[in-house]
């Protein structure tokens, strides 16, 4: 959905020529943002009435896992609940959570819809709706365990909900490839499609381990604009960079490019040093009439970042840089 106010935006460094650069004042949220937070990072952030609203993943001392509401006039600087959200029973009663985190959100139809990752026996991935991001409906979990990264599509294909994924296992993943599967109501899903799998080392090394879909993919005339997130297994663990890919229209499993260099990759300080270090992990895109876009990102697995481009020099990158899938 194009954002009808302002989007957050700084434009490109002077002398720069990157397609993606980073906000100036990075992070724009502190991992101390709230009084028990232990870090905030891998967020999702949407236009909401006259400024923005968000959900936001937010490790505690006790480094439990949960996901806080937040809102914000400009998109930059934010007001984060200081007490989890709190779920009503939606199209089930089963909304036991033992942690939740990596949020994505969507606008569909009438209502905003959250995904995330939900402890219910290991890692799947949860599904919820709200109208005012007062109130929040849990539905039924969209898979068995074990997945994550789940990512909807901001409108039905072929009049069914569409849902981007990633199968994995109960720990830290050593694997994982994209997958696409379809639901008539948001509680039973199925033709699951493979989408997009790791590359060859030799090929594209960034992309070599593991991939995830990262924000909500954004309709465009050549297609699905998806950012996504890489890893590769260096000799100091995971390394997670940002892609992009161009997905087909009416048959998202269809990729068209894909991205053989990165487009964002960990360097600055906060995304070299945190909890996790040596990551870049886009959650979040807002793109505005003009075609600018803004990407909010975990760095770190502590904070919460933001990057910019222009939709037309993405999508030229993409084509120009691009691979099989």
């Known amino acids: 959905?194009?954002?009808?106010?302002?989007?957050?935006?700084?434009?490109?460094?002077?002398?720069?020529?990157?397609?993606?650069?980073?906000?100036?004042?990075?992070?724009?949220?502190?991992?101390?943002?709230?009084?028990?937070?232990?870090?905030?990072?891998?967020?999702?952030?949407v236009p909401f009435g006259d400024g923005f609203a968000g959900v936001f993943r937010c490790d505690n001392k006790a480094v439990q896992m949960n996901i806080f509401a937040g809102?914000?006039?400009?998109?930059?600087?934010?007001?984060?609940?200081h007490e989890p959200i709190v779920m009503k029973?939606?199209?089930?009663?089963?909304?036991?959570?033992?942690?939740?985190?990596?949020?994505?959100?969507?606008?569909?139809?009438?209502?905003?819809?959250?995904?995330?990752?939900?402890?219910?026996?290991?890692?799947?991935?949860?599904?919820?709706?709200?109208?005012d991001f007062k109130d929040f409906y849990q539905c039924e979990n969209a898979f068995l365990p074990f997945n994550r990264n789940g990512v909807l599509f901001p409108q039905k294909i072929g009049g069914k909900y569409a849902m981007l994924s990633r199968p994995s296992d109960n720990?830290?993943?050593?694997?994982?490839?994209?997958?696409?599967?379809?639901?008539?109501?948001?509680?039973y899903w199925g033709e699951h499609r493979l989408v997009m799998k790791v590359t060859p080392f030799e090929e594209s090394a960034w992309q070599c381990t593991k991939i995830g879909a990262g924000p909500v993919p954004i309709l465009t005339e050549a297609g699905w604009l998806l950012f996504y997130h890489g890893v590769i297994n260096t000799c100091n663990g995971?390394?997670?960079?940002?892609?992009?890919?161009?997905?087909d229209t009416d048959h998202p499993e269809k990729v068209l490019y894909r991205t053989k260099p990165y487009l964002l990759a960990p360097a600055e300080i906060y995304e070299l040093t945190g909890d996790v270090p040596n990551v870049v992990?886009?959650?979040?895109?807002?793109?505005?009439?003009?075609?600018?876009?803004?990407?909010y990102y975990g760095a770190a697995d502590t904070v919460t970042c933001m990057a910019f481009g222009y939709c037309d020099e993405i999508l030229a990158f993409i084509k120009s840089n691009s691979i099989h899938s």
């Not at 033992?98 to 959250?114: A, F, G, N, S």
């Not at 979040?284 to 075609?291: C, F, K, N, V």
Request: glycine share 8%; aromatic share 16%; net charge negative.
């Open 1 to 45: 959905m194009i954002n009808k106010i302002n989007i957050p935006w700084e434009h490109r460094p002077a002398g720069s020529t990157e397609v993606i650069w980073r906000y100036s004042q990075n992070p724009i949220i502190s991992r101390y943002a709230i009084p028990t937070s232990n870090s905030i990072f891998n967020s999702a952030v």
């Open 71 to 81: 809102f914000s006039a400009d998109g930059i600087h934010w007001n984060i609940n």
């Open 89 to 131: 029973a939606g199209n089930t009663e089963e909304i036991h959570s033992d942690y939740k985190y990596d949020p994505r959100v969507t606008y569909i139809e009438d209502r905003w819809w959250i995904t995330w990752c939900n402890g219910y026996h290991g890692p799947t991935v949860g599904i919820a709706y709200t109208f």
């Open 171 to 187: 720990g830290h993943t050593p694997f994982g490839d994209i997958y696409i599967s379809y639901s008539p109501d948001m509680k």
């Open 238 to 247: 995971f390394r997670y960079s940002m892609g992009a890919a161009l997905l």
């Open 281 to 295: 992990f886009p959650c979040a895109a807002l793109m505005d009439s003009e075609g600018k876009i803004a990407i």
